[in-house]
């Protein structure tokens, strides 16, 4: 049996009134490479804690057996002079020997802090976030050589496809594992999903029978009992045998019924998934567009300060397309999108385009209006269409009236997108939109943009998002725009 590294026991996690967690057992062994998922807020964070040591304000047990290195989802650089740092990993990591580092320059400095003392164990909370794409794959190949066991919280499934083998489920309090990389993961769910409606149709159907069942004994009851008094009145003595037979028939038919409603009761109950609704965003006459390259550039050049991020760049944009603009950090993507939405010289953009952009959390404020009517005030769509964006980003039908200055940042996060998507437009831009949303609400954002008839123009480093979303991939490498075969 492998060695154990961790192990949780009859764990109680509370946040105020809040169960936040409930684990039974929970454990992990040397060599295990375990992802965590789950929803934002759910305590994934936490729980890396709890292994790390962080965090104890907990219930239960919590036995660690291995020396971990832990990365935060948020901390400062670690300060090189006089720290254990390897170099030549900070060398492949490509991160510069200056102050002013960008978000990802950071994230790789960080990570290379964390790996630079070997340990047997490694915590890892969202250790993609801000890194571009050769970031990313250059930590997988760091930690495909790396021999322990290793936890990491990540929502990015490329990330997860990589380096996991099991997976930990964070929902509803509880930590459920599956086997596998996240692709795994799915392909278990769906099973699980397609049980549980095996389970809910033999339910339905088992509960139908019995109270057909239990219907036709009270009608056969009733019927024996129908216009009894008048019959009683006429009764001959040498007929009461008879009478008391039927009486007898009709208490066992009664009786009958009775044990049918009894069996019904005590029937497991199973409960319907939850059906997403199917997502359409209709086009509004107003804003349809007929020219086929609505956003175009001709020797376009986009500086900042001293820096040409594109150099003479020419694109056509079509209509009804998802373009995806790929590249590393700094290299001009986010700069592109800037030149996009305030028509910069070099830019030919229809006169009928109207662009809506993703910004997180920026309509926050202090008011009492409830989630859907502030969404109602800003569509023109029918509000079954706009409960339905709601439930496909997990809200309930009382959450909708929630007001907007209770939300936690996951559910306002949320309203973002939806609003997003709700506004009149024909142009929606989206720059890194996967970052800080939990799987869940990726997800939802696809099925958006899926269903979305407009043109989307977006940035990310999230590999499986754009595979999943794209019809087009640019590459902005050397001050040129390629699209990428």
């Known amino acids: 049996m492998n060695e154990l590294s961790v192990r949780l026991k009859d764990v109680h996690v509370t946040f105020g009134n809040k169960d936040l967690l409930h684990i039974e057992a929970l454990s992990a062994y040397m060599n295990d490479r375990i992802a965590i998922i789950g929803p934002n807020g759910a305590g994934k964070s936490t729980l890396l804690k709890m292994i790390a040591g962080i ?63 070997y340990k047997l164990g490694l915590l890892l909370d969202e250790p993609t976030t801000h890194l571009d794409e050769v970031g990313v794959e250059l930590l997988i190949d760091e930690l495909k050589y790396y021999y322990g066991t290793l936890i990491c919280v990540s929502h990015d499934r490329h ?19 599956y086997a596998g990389n996240y692709d795994d993961y799915i392909a278990q769910k ?10 809910y149709e033999n339910f339905t159907k088992e509960k139908k029978r019995l109270e057909e069942a239990a219907r036709k004994q009270l009608e056969k009851a009733s019927r024996m009992g129908a216009g009894d008094k008048s ?39 199973v409960e319907q998934l939850a059906v997403d609704r199917q997502l359409r965003f209709p086009m509004p006459k107003s804003m349809e567009i007929h020219n086929k390259f609505p956003i175009m550039a001709q020797d376009l050049t986009v500086q900042r300060g001293e820096k040409v991020l594109l150099d003479n760049v020419s694109f056509q944009f079509p209509l009804g397309k998802v373009i995806a603009i790929t590249g590393s950090n700094g290299s001009g993507k986010s700069s592109l999108l800037h030149e996009v939405m305030h028509n910069a010289p070099g830019m030919d953009i229809s006169p009928k385009v109207t662009i809506e952009t993703y910004r997180q959390m920026d309509y926050r404020m202090s008011t009492d209006a409830p989630v859907l009517r502030h969404l109602m005030k800003h569509t023109e769509y029918s509000e079954p269409v706009v409960r339905s964006i709601l439930q496909n980003l997990g ?57 979305y008839e407009g043109t989307v123009i977006l940035t990310s480093h999230d590999k499986y998002f754009v595979e999943r979303v794209a019809d087009i991939v640019y590459r902005i490498e050397d001050g040129k725009l390629m699209i990428v075969d």
Do not use: C, M
């Open 395 to 451: 809200f309930t039908q009382d959450e909708v009236s929630k007001p907007l200055h209770n939300l936690s940042g996951g559910e306002a996060t949320r309203v973002s997108l939806a609003l997003l998507f709700v506004k009149p437009s024909n142009v929606i831009i989206l720059d890194e939109p996967t970052n800080f949303i939990d799987l869940d609400t990726i997800e939802a954002l696809e099925s958006f943009i899926e269903a």
């Open 231 to 269: 019959r009683k009145q006429d009764i001959k003595p040498d007929r009461l045998s008879s009478s008391k037979q039927k009486d007898t028939v009709q208490k066992q038919a009664f009786k009958a019924a009775k044990a049918i409603e009894s069996r019904i009761g005590q029937l497991d109950e």
């Open 159 to 177: 990330f997860i496809n990589s380096i996991a083998e099991k997976i930990w489920e964070v929902s509803d309090g509880t930590v459920k594992e």
């Open 55 to 117: 965090f104890s304000d907990y219930e239960g047990s919590v036995q660690v057996e291995t020396d971990f290195n832990y990365f935060a989802q948020i901390g400062e650089p670690a300060d090189p002079v006089g720290g254990d740092f390897n170099f030549e990993l900070l060398s492949r990591l490509n991160v510069p020997d200056n102050e002013g580092l960008s978000g990802g320059e950071e994230t790789k400095f960080r990570l290379a802090h964390a790996l630079s003392e």
């Open 190 to 199: 769906e099973i699980e999903r397609l049980e549980i409606e095996r389970q």
